[in-house]
């Protein structure tokens, strides 16, 4: 199969373990067989994998997103990256183009597009192998999942079921609709839309020449700025007449609130914390390193990051993104394609990282305009290059590097930790130059 998720987002509606960099679908949160925790879209391509071990698949996502998914996913996985957001239509276009140009995937070869974030069963993808099997065939040009609603929800959009003029049967759309319109629109027979569908790659490839004017992979990386912001299901879905709808009934939950993801959490907390006897629906994830206590609490849930930290009501955690958007901070934590960094401490002059490099990884060799840099070895191995001269280098090793000097690290086979102090009147991120290793 080829399978294309799309990750987009900053998810502020998990704030403090969500932010710019680090959205939803990479916090750890679901316990696997072996103790270890997985995010959303690790949990989600290991139960692609599972299904098909052989299948291919492509991320599309943004650029701020790209470490993180190596990180978690290793580099094997395809991206898609996106220049800038422009909607869902133009991601759908310059993912399916990257597969027929980049990947030399046939034209009429078919993929299955899919969010990254829901919380499903194996059954989800052997649902998904009914909906390339049957774009593969070409039948139809679009074949959609529609899911088995389980409430009346005015979050979702809705695949209604109705009788043509010609007397066929096909399907309209509507988006969000009222509690009420929801649930007779449930009582006719509707589904849920939850973005999923399948099609053979010439099918987008020729609405991607009628509305952004080209196919071509490059020429979309080039002209993506200025291409049309319209969404996949208002361009291409809501137009098609020669559609089929292929119902699943199995779990399928949007994790989008605290309130929703923890109810899929395998135990109540996730870090150092604890709960005494009498709270009641309590979760807490703590990612800091002091403990939580939590006493006589009920229906709360505690989170804590470099970021900050969340104590809400579940209910009413539902609506923190404004008070989100109000907060005017730095990204404390984030994961990158070699390992992560957590800011330790900040001042008007200087700024204190821990930094992590998973084994064999390594830094871009650059340099800093504004602003002198010190290492810190403090656990495991590993090689440094400043200036062109390598150094072994072990814990308690201690490595300068001034303004213009141009530097790197490379981990050993057992990783490496240092503590970097940055020292400058504007330290910012933008202050970096990258060069080609010596």
């Known amino acids: 199969m080829n399978i294309v998720l799309l990750s987009g987002g900053s998810g502020k509606r998990l704030w403090p373990l969500s932010n710019d960099i680090r959205s939803k679908q990479f916090i750890k949160i679901f316990k696997r067989s072996d103790g270890e925790f997985e995010s959303m879209v690790q949990r989600i391509y290991g139960q692609i994998k599972a299904v098909d071990p052989d299948a291919t698949v492509t991320i599309a996502t943004s650029k701020s997103q790209a470490s993180a998914i190596h990180n978690q996913l290793g580099t094997e996985v395809g991206l898609s990256v996106e220049p800038c957001r422009r909607d869902t ?6 993912a399916t183009s990257y597969l027929h140009d980049i990947q030399d995937v ?8 899919c969010p990254v974030d829901p919380y499903v069963d194996a059954s989800y993808f052997e649902c998904i192998k009914k909906l390339y099997e049957k774009a593969k065939s070409g ?14 929800s005015e979050k979702y959009g809705y695949i209604k079921p109705v009788k043509k003029d010609n007397g066929e049967e096909g399907y309209s759309f509507t988006e969000k609709p ?4 929801a649930k007779e629109y449930i009582e006719a027979g509707a589904l849920w839309n939850g973005g999923v569908f399948a099609y053979q790659l010439s099918y987008v ?3 991607a020449r009628d509305l952004l004017g080209t196919d071509d992979y490059d020429r979309l990386l080039e002209r993506y700025a200025d291409l049309k912001k319209i969404s996949f299901d208002y361009a291409v879905v809501e137009a098609e007449e020669s559609i089929e709808v292929i119902r699943y009934s199995g779990e399928w939950k949007d994790l989008g609130t605290w309130n929703t993801l923890t109810e899929v959490m395998d135990d109540p907390t996730i870090g150092d914390a604890i709960l005494n006897d009498k709270c009641e629906n309590v979760n807490v994830i703590n990612e800091l390193d002091i403990p939580i206590l939590a006493m006589g609490l009920k229906d709360v849930v505690i989170s804590a990051s470099p970021d900050g930290i969340l ?13 989100v958007d109000e907060i005017d901070s730095r990204v404390m934590y984030a994961e990158k394609s070699w390992g992560s960094y957590r800011v330790i401490d900040v001042e008007d002059e200087s700024m204190t990282v821990k930094v992590t490099l998973n084994p064999g990884n390594k830094m871009n060799y650059h340099s800093h305009d ?7 070895v403090i656990e495991g191995s590993g090689r440094t290059i400043v200036e062109g001269v390598e150094k072994f280098v072990k814990p308690g090793d201690v490595i300068t590097m001034p303004a213009g000097c141009r530097h790197t690290v490379i981990a050993g086979s057992n990783g490496i930790q240092l503590i970097e102090v940055q020292i400058g009147r504007d330290i910012t991120v933008t202050d970096k130059h990258k060069f080609d290793m010596p």
């Open 89 to 94: 239509f133009a991601a759908i276009a310059l």
């Open 370 to 376: 504004r602003r002198d840099e010190v290492w810190n």
């Open 205 to 207: 490839l020729d609405k």
């Open 106 to 113: 046939p034209s009429d070869e078919a993929v299955v597009v």
């Open 178 to 181: 009222t509690e009420e319109k």
């Open 139 to 152: 039948d139809k040009n679009l074949v959609l999942m529609g899911i088995q609603p389980t409430y009346p």
């Open 311 to 323: 104590v809400s009501d579940k209910v009413q955690s539902s609506y923190i993104k404004p008070f």
